[in-house]
């Protein structure tokens, strides 16, 4: 159940935003500590993307005044760049995301794309520019259709059919009685874990964004399932700028660069065989994961 505490005037001339925010982002960015209120600068103009490069210039951030988050991140994501942020729970890494989508504003340092500052530019462009898949794609209740063509207003139907092609959700929503119009959400269809995935990459191809911002499923899925959406992810994030705040590091080894978070700060970066050489914290979270891995085949058998 999302409850969304904000004043009703101002639900109600944003509506749309809050809809768009809630399908963007779902379980991701914890919709129950909704931010004050971002306002776009007077006359601020469009974002424009040339080639999608994300700056985070000595960002800080708190969610409350006495308690530091973020304490000065610095990380350049060149454009069409594939970076994955990992640490341990409460590290900081979902706020990075609600900070490049200016879910709120940081209190210390910038966050540029393009050399532009996100607060200088109208929060409806950078929306925009950024797809966010999250681990739990939410639905609306209405058909296939609509979930997948709420990517992009005035999407034609081979533009939607070409999407969940891409998507390997085509063949499955034909299988169906009604096809693209079978009505799915809580008074629908429920679809798996892995098929909402798929609407939710479709519904993101549909969109088209320069840039990228995955939270990476879980154990929710089962392994030969989450395989096939991290090749379906893979394969959207070519050509595009992409992060990705990553859970299990077996599906970002072949980043170009793991960002290591620790108590808002970053500890280690480099590539997968770079940190295991290192020998440092990625290399010590690899092996524990690893380990663990190991075990639960081990059980399962
Ligand atoms: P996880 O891997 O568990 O998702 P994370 O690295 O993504 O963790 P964040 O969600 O960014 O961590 O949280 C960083 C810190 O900020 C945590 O200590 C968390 O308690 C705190 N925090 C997150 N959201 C809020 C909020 N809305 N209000 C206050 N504190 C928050």
């Known amino acids: 159940m999302i409850q969304i505490t904000m004043p009703l005037g101002f639900l109600g001339t944003v509506y749309r935003e809050i809809r768009q925010a809630l399908v963007d982002m779902g379980e991701m960015f914890d919709l129950l500590h909704q931010p004050a209120e971002i306002e776009d600068k007077p006359g601020a103009p469009a974002l424009k993307v040339t080639g999608g490069e994300v700056c985070f210039d000595a960002v800080k ?6 308690r530091p988050i973020l304490k000065g991140i610095s ?157 379906s992810l893979n394969a959207m994030g070519e050509g595009r700028t992409v992060i990705t705040i990553a859970h299990r590091l077996s599906t970002i080894a072949d980043a170009d660069r793991i960002v290591v978070l620790e108590k808002g700060k970053i500890v280690e970066e480099g590539t997968h065989e770079a940190l295991l050489a290192h020998g440092g914290r990625y290399a010590a979270m690899w092996a524990r994961q690893s380990s663990e891995d190991g075990e639960t085949e081990a059980s399962a058998a």
């Open 75 to 231: 990380l350049t994501v060149a454009a069409g760049q594939r970076v994955a942020l990992v640490g341990p729970s409460g590290s900081g890494k979902s706020t990075i995301g609600r900070l490049l989508f200016r879910f709120y504003d940081v209190t210390g340092g910038a966050i540029r794309i393009d050399g532009q500052d996100l607060r200088d530019v109208t929060q409806q462009s950078l929306h925009d520019a950024i797809g966010v898949v999250p681990q739990d794609t939410v639905l609306f209740n209405d058909t296939i259709r609509y979930n997948i063509a709420y990517g992009r207003a005035g999407a034609t139907e081979a533009e939607i059919v070409a999407a969940a092609r891409a998507a390997k959700i085509h063949d499955f929503v034909m299988s169906l009685p009604e096809g693209y119009e079978t009505a799915v959400g809580e008074r629908g269809l429920k679809l798996s874990g892995g098929e909402k995935q798929r609407v939710g990459i479709a519904r993101t191809l549909l969109k088209n964004p320069p840039i990228l911002l995955l939270d990476e499923a879980t154990s929710a899925l089962d392994t030969q399932t989450e395989r096939d959406i991290q090749d």
């Open 61 to 66: 951030f708190a969610y409350h005044p006495d």
